[in-house]
């Protein structure tokens, strides 16, 4: 069974700009969630999606969104870039929203912002 | 709210020498606990989690977890690392009774094995 998806790998932005990045989950997974990693902060929580609903969010700005389609594919979208967005981007699936369902993660999308 | 703290950023150790990380959370509430393992330029991968039960948990590649309620710890252990063991590991929670799957990670440790 093919691995959680991510595209693209790698992104070079300027302030200002706006991203999109996608992440496929495995098939039959219906959760997905968003988190950011950088040097400094570590891993950070961004968003959760379950059925096309987002059940929790973390403590990001606004300019941060994201949303999941019928088929559990997820986006996130990143307006107004800043220098400090620079971070490799890591989407995770698993079957449900149960915490105890294992999440898969991707390779994460690496954003670079000049 | 919970939190880990990995105290060691980096554990340098020779090929089959034993290796401890270590973890401790703190929570209000009671939690789940993971052991994440990242390799350079690829995702996450699950080595082992606490739900419930026995606290000696076993996980993939050789590694195994003790859950110390009263020491609010869940280090990770390996008794013979090899050179491809070397990585960063993460330990996370997530509140067991919540209504989400959010996982709160510690900072990492780097694991460096020479040979």
């Known amino acids: 069974k093919a691995g959680v998806t991510q595209t693209p790998r790698y992104l070079i932005k300027t302030r200002g700009q706006q991203v999109t990045l996608s992440c496929s989950p495995i098939?039959?997974?219906?959760?997905v969630s968003w988190y950011q990693q950088t040097p400094g902060q570590g891993l950070q929580f961004l968003f959760e999606?379950?059925?096309?609903?987002?059940?929790n969010k973390g403590n990001f700005p606004g300019r941060f969104s994201g949303r999941q389609f019928s088929n559990s594919r997820s986006e996130m979208n990143v307006s107004t870039l800043e220098l400090g967005d620079s971070a490799l981007y890591l989407c995770?699936?698993?079957?449900?929203?149960?915490?105890?369902?294992?999440?898969?993660f991707g390779p994460g999308t690496r954003l670079t912002v000049l | 709210a919970q939190s880990v703290t990995q105290l060691d950023s980096q554990v340098p150790v020779f090929e089959e020498a034993p290796v401890e990380l270590r973890c401790n959370y703190s929570?209000?509430?009671?939690?789940?606990l993971f052991w994440y393992v990242q390799y350079p330029n690829q995702g996450l991968q699950l080595l082992l989690k606490?739900?419930?039960?026995?606290?000696l948990v076993k996980g993939i590649n050789g590694f195994e977890a003790e859950f110390n309620k009263s020491q609010t710890s869940f280090h990770l252990r390996k008794p013979s690392v090899h050179i491809s063991d070397t990585a960063e590991y993460f330990c996370a929670v997530t509140e067991s009774r919540g209504a989400t799957n959010k996982l709160i990670f510690g900072t990492g440790t780097l694991l460096a094995v020479q040979p």
């Open positions: 929570s209000s509430v009671s939690v789940y």
């Open positions: 606490y739900l419930s039960g026995s606290t």
């Open positions: 995770a699936s698993s079957l449900g929203p149960s915490n105890t369902d294992t999440q898969y």
């Open positions: 999606y379950f059925s096309e609903t987002q059940r």
């Open positions: 098939s039959g997974h219906r959760s």
